[in-house]
């Protein structure tokens, strides 16, 4: 079995300005806690992110293929995609093959999200919220 688990503020990574010109950052204070636990070739993903400062709306949130690095944000890369097609792969199928979190926040400023795959990511990764 394999786990992985993260209770605490958001850090933003974005390369500046961030958040972009004209856009409040909604997800400055917030806090998250995710979970992963991998088993017989499954993982199952619990996302809550509460704090955010918006009155509803839905964010992408993905498994990227890189870990969080304050001092190089790219290093996220891409969206991990267990076939590693660097493109990703379109259509209806992309749901099977990459993990996807999206948050759709209430009047509160909270959200949750889960997501059950067919797979266990490998290496270190990050939950990266667009």
Request: charged share 20%; with cysteine; proline share 7%.
């Amino acid at each position: 079995m394999n786990w992985a688990y993260y209770s605490g503020e958001l850090t933003d990574y974005a390369t500046p300005p961030s958040p972009p010109v004209g856009k409040p950052d909604i997800f400055k204070g917030a806090k998250a806690s995710a979970m992963m636990i991998g088993m017989d070739g499954r993982s199952f993903f619990r996302l809550g992110v509460s704090g955010i400062d918006a009155k509803k709306g839905k964010y992408g949130v993905h498994l990227h293929q890189g870990t969080c690095n304050a001092e190089n944000p790219g290093e996220a890369g891409p969206h991990y995609n267990v076939t590693w097609d660097s493109i990703g792969l379109l259509g209806p199928d992309i749901k099977k093959t990459e993990v996807w979190l999206d948050l759709d926040v209430n009047a509160g400023g909270n959200a949750r999200s889960t997501a059950t795959v067919s797979f266990i990511p490998e290496g270190d990764r990050s939950i990266v919220l667009h």
